[in-house]
């Protein structure tokens, strides 16, 4: 069940000085009334938990286009990619979704990508350890990339 003291501790999981949601509320609003909002939202989302499901308004989003490369052509529609804008209660929902299945979740060492504190540079950096590794041994040794644009 979802209560007042766990929603405060994910309220530093908002990214501040964002823009607003569809809803027209910033994380700022919420942020800043903890206690007051904290113990109101608590109801209805154990509601959405127990029911299994999510009001529409809190669903809809907001896409902006943001520009990839500020010197190149801003109105090339391929130089912008789509941002999606969620309403902050949704945000707040999430983390505590994740908060809470985030433990029953396992990666192995493998995975590089989508992880906290990982990144491509240290699967490339693996991958030219073991490269010069199985090459020192006279290992004969495939390697394939696959890069998804």
């Known amino acids: 069940m979802c209560n007042s003291f766990k929603i ?4 530093h999981k908002l990214p501040l000085n964002r823009a607003a949601g569809k809803d027209g509320n910033f994380a700022e609003h919420i942020f ?5 909002v904290c113990n109101h939202l608590s109801s209805p989302f154990n509601v959405c938990l127990m ?4 009001p529409q308004e809190c669903m809809q989003t907001v896409i902006v286009p943001i520009c ?3 010197i190149g052509n801003i109105s090339d529609a ?3 990619r789509p941002v999606s804008l969620a309403t902050i209660i949704s945000d707040l929902f999430e983390h505590y979704i994740l908060s809470c299945i985030s433990p029953l979740l396992a990666t192995t060492d493998n995975q590089f990508g989508f992880k906290p504190k990982h990144g491509t540079d240290m699967c490339i ?4 350890t073991d490269c010069v590794l199985l090459c020192k041994q006279r290992y004969p040794s495939v390697f394939s990339f696959l890069s998804c644009i």
Not at 8 to 11: C, G, I, M, R, T
Not at 32 to 36: I, L, N, R
Not at 125 to 128: K, L, M, N, P, V
Request: charged share 25%; proline share 0%.
């Open 8 to 11: 405060k501790s994910l309220l």
């Open 32 to 36: 800043y009334a903890k206690s007051s």
């Open 51 to 54: 029911h299994g499901k999510i």
């Open 68 to 70: 990839k490369n500020k």
């Open 78 to 80: 391929g130089n912008c």
């Open 125 to 128: 950096f693996s991958t030219e």
